[in-house]
């Protein structure tokens, strides 16, 4: 690196700067040893560079004057090939967003697998939630959309860095040929994207990205895939954090998540797809019954079903293995790689054919590609180097001419060795030996003391320490011949490596459905062997709207509480369920149990319960917990209300609702009067059901108001003074909060807490009477409201 860029990388990399020239047109320079490029390259790219990639064009033996050299790739955030700088649990994807009015369209590219995708949202929040779900780490957007600040500044906030790119290549007439020419179509109709002008333009704008920098033609991308809303439930960012589906609230790692309980994965492409599907729950019947079905029967089966996850183990990650294959960078082992995962295919196509639920049957129809493991097999040598340019590749019983070559070399060793004894004997010199190193080539060492016996025919090439050496004509003849054979079977070697290569890159589509088959196989093993290990039952989808559960469980407290109380719950069209109770008592886990328990079902997997009917539920939202949004200023009352708006303004007759403490981040009055109001609203507008947890025992007088507002509470018993969680849920209100035995329970000293129990009994009396007014009044107006 020279000049401006010497000193950036000087200053990240923390590498020493130098300089190249004479006087005062000395150029800055910095740089990298070329086998640790991948080190300081990943460095700079997650500090949001973007770095060229210059190469030399051509062989600097047969160039005439300077050796051409040219910009091979530029290696940003989002194209990153390399897989010492993925996690080969995520993806890496490249988003590009444009907007129209109140429509934004998306278009997402993981070059590492060749996944594209592309949908449709209509509206910058449910953007804004998908981004959070996908986090991409690049984003590029058109040159006209760097002025709307309220979307620059979400995409950053989510620590995605952004690029421009200008208007012209997101234009109809651009971005459509763009496509047709990548792709080498005639119409757009093949990927459903003819009526599509906005998802048409964001595709088209990516892909001239990718090819620009890339300097690629990208041949892993095979297909665009239109992603429908109507397909998969949208979670929104809130609920994803809330119910800790993939990261933790605590510190952000996968630690205590749902995903941390599911993830038994076997191979890296179906831990990528678990995290997809755990996102995405399905919203059609028949498509979630086919997974449920195909998990039934892999539990039963659970001989077979150990089988096979004991051959996925073996299974290598194809779709970064075809990818890399096909961008050119991929190296000998990445060839035996694929050669051992597809040896294991005809055993798992063998050990699919006990099963017969639609999905496992589809499965089996995989194509073993049992030709290409074959090839590999035959051509490239199990100890071969990570390199390409250094031979030891391919097995010299694969082609005749590099059999040839390894012969001549392997004749003149023994040649060389024969000479040696042969000089040995004509000058005397026992310790006489021939050597080799780089810089002079094969050469004869004898020792200072024998120098004299050395004969005339000699001549002298260096002189060292301990010992002369010298070259003889004949020396030099041989050592022509052996370099000659090395260089043209290196030659060849790399020229058949590539070859191969080719020859596998030409069916790539057929090993990225290869790899899609398996993935999912291996996500419904994994399904399979953690409902049978955690005792989970097989969801009953029906068509009434309902939520029925018995003894339910939260599939990862239980794993932290070995004596886990399970609780039933049943909720029907519209219903609505006011749960009061102490803090600690439970009432976030029941709620959050349930919401994972909906979402479990809704991606094929069991369930962590003895009973389960479900009527599919087409979203989820929660309001759990609380926090500062300190990054953008926001209190935790702001954040809860956002929420909140979120939850009222989204939701329909067929959601489920979780709401936990609406209103605690203001006044009493205040907060009272939002979470009535609120309840309310989505009981009598938006009909969801929901699951409303308070410490406002009030809000049990809802329950007079609608047959279907139902009062229970988490059940506690007072022992001696002290305070016992039963953890079930019962029916019926409580208005009792135990507030100060649970701070008595922290530690509280206990003048402290005999002095609380005196103001909360002042407290109480005086707000009964201020509750009293302000109830009568709240009567009045309802009753003129004709609730």
């Keep these: 690196m020279f000049y401006e860029d010497a000193l950036t990388a000087s200053r990240e990399l923390e590498i020493v700067l130098t300089s190249r020239g004479k006087g005062g047109k000395k150029a800055p320079l910095a740089g990298v040893p070329y086998h640790a490029l991948e080190t300081y390259l990943g460095r700079l790219i997650k500090k949001g560079y973007k770095v060229a990639i210059i190469e030399q064009l051509e062989d600097p033996k047969l160039a005439q004057g300077l050796v051409k050299r040219g910009l091979v790739r530029i290696v940003t955030p989002g194209t990153v090939m390399d897989s010492s700088m993925l996690s080969e649990k995520e993806n ?26 592309t949908s449709l949202y209509p509206s910058q929040q449910e953007l804004a939630n998908e981004l959070q779900r996908i986090s991409p780490p690049e984003c590029i957007v058109p040159e006209s959309l760097r002025v709307n600040t309220e979307l620059t500044e979400k995409i950053k906030s989510l620590g995605c860095f952004l690029n421009t790119l200008d208007d012209n290549y997101f234009s109809d007439d651009t971005a459509k040929k763009t496509i047709l020419s990548h792709f080498s179509l005639s119409s757009l109709e093949t990927f459903g994207l003819a009526e599509r002008k906005q998802q048409v333009a964001v595709t088209g704008g990516l892909l001239h990205y990718l090819v620009s920098t890339q300097k690629n033609n990208l041949p892993q991308v095979t297909k665009i895939l239109l992603k429908s809303n109507e397909q998969a439930m949208l979670l929104d960012s809130s609920t994803v954090r809330n119910l800790e589906l993939i990261r933790n609230i605590k ?17 890296a492409m179906g831990a990528r797809l678990i995290k997809k599907w755990l996102q995405a729950p399905l919203l059609q019947e028949e498509r979630i019954n086919l997974r449920l079905q195909a998990v039934s029967e892999l539990v039963k089966e659970v001989i077979a079903r150990e089988e096979i996850i004991s051959l996925l183990n073996s299974v290598y990650d194809l779709e970064r293995l075809i990818s890399r294959i096909n961008y050119g960078n991929s190296n000998p082992r990445d060839l035996l790689a694929l050669r051992n995962s597809l040896q294991n295919l005809p055993l798992i196509k063998q050990k699919l054919e006990s099963f017969s639920s639609s999905l496992l049957s589809q499965i089996r129809t995989i194509n073993t590609l049992e030709d290409f493991a074959s090839l590999i097999e035959l051509a490239i040598r199990e100890d071969a180097p990570l390199t390409v340019r250094e031979g030891g590749i391919i097995k010299p019983s694969f082609n005749e001419e590099l059999m040839e070559l390894s012969q001549i070399t392997k004749n003149s060793k023994k040649y060389l060795a024969e000479l040696e004894e042969k000089e040995k004997e004509k000058t005397g010199i026992a310790s006489l030996k021939i050597s080799y190193n780089r810089v002079f080539g094969y050469f004869i060492e004898v020792t200072k003391k024998n120098i004299h016996l050395v004969p005339a025919t000699y ?85 009434q ?3 029925q559960v018995k003894n339910g469980r939260h599939p990862v407290i239980e794993k932290m509480e070995p ?3 399970a609780n ?25 149990q349930t919401a994972l328990i909906v979402l479990m079902a809704q991606i094929g997997c069991f369930v962590p319960a003895d009973e389960c009917l479900l009527g599919v539920v087409d979203k989820i939202f929660t309001r759990v917990g609380a926090y500062d949004d300190l990054s953008r200023g926001q209190s935790t009352f702001m954040v809860e209300m956002l929420e909140t708006a979120a939850i009222v303004n989204n939701a329909t007759e067929n959601s489920l609702v979780i709401l936990d403490e609406i209103g605690r981040g203001t006044s009493t009055f205040d907060g009272v009067s939002i979470a009535w109001s609120v309840a309310e609203h989505i009981h009598h507008k938006i009909k969801a059901k929901a699951l409303f947890a308070t410490h406002y025992h009030v809000l049990n007088k809802l329950a007079d108001r609608s047959e279907k507002i139902k009062n ?24 009792q909060s135990y507030g100060i035995h649970v701070a008595k329970f922290a530690g509280l000293p206990a003048e402290v807490i005999e002095r609380a129990q005196q103001i909360q009994s002042l407290l109480e009396k005086e707000d009964q009477m201020i509750y009293k007014v302000k109830t009568q009044r709240l009567e009045k107006q309802r009753s003129l409201d004709g609730f």
């Excluded at 444009?98 to 070059?111: Q, S, V």
């Design 459 to 543: 001549i002298r090439k260096q002189t060292t320490a301990n010992s002369e050496r010298y070259i003889t004509e004949e020396l030099k003849l041989e050592e022509e011949k052996i370099m000659g054979a090395q260089e043209k079977s290196i030659e060849l070697e790399y020229r058949l490596f590539k070859e191969i290569a080719t020859t596998v890159a030409s069916r790539t589509k057929e090993i990225q459905a290869l790899a899609a088959k398996l993935a999912a196989l291996d996500v419904l093993c994994c399904f399979a062997k953690i409902s049978a290990e955690n005792n989970y039952c097989c969801p009953q989808l029906v068509k």
């Design 568 to 592: 039933d719950l049943l909720l029907k069209t519209g219903e609505m369920m006011i749960i009061t109770g102490p803090n600690m008592a439970g009432k976030s886990t029941i709620m959050r």
């Design 545 to 547: 709207d309902l939520i």
């Design 563 to 565: 004596k886990f109380i």
């Design 712 to 735: 229970y509470n988490v059940a506690v018993k007072e022992v001696q003074g002290q305070l016992l969680f039963l953890r079930k849920l019962i029916a019926g209100g409580t208005d």
């Design 251 to 267: 510190d952000g790692t996968s630690r205590g998540t749902l995903l941390s309980i599911l993830d038994q994965t076997a191979t």
């Design 92 to 117: 890496n994807y490249l988003a590009a967003i444009n907007c129209w009015g109140d429509n934004y369209a998306l278009a997402c590219c993981d070059i590492s697998t060749g996944e594209f995708w």
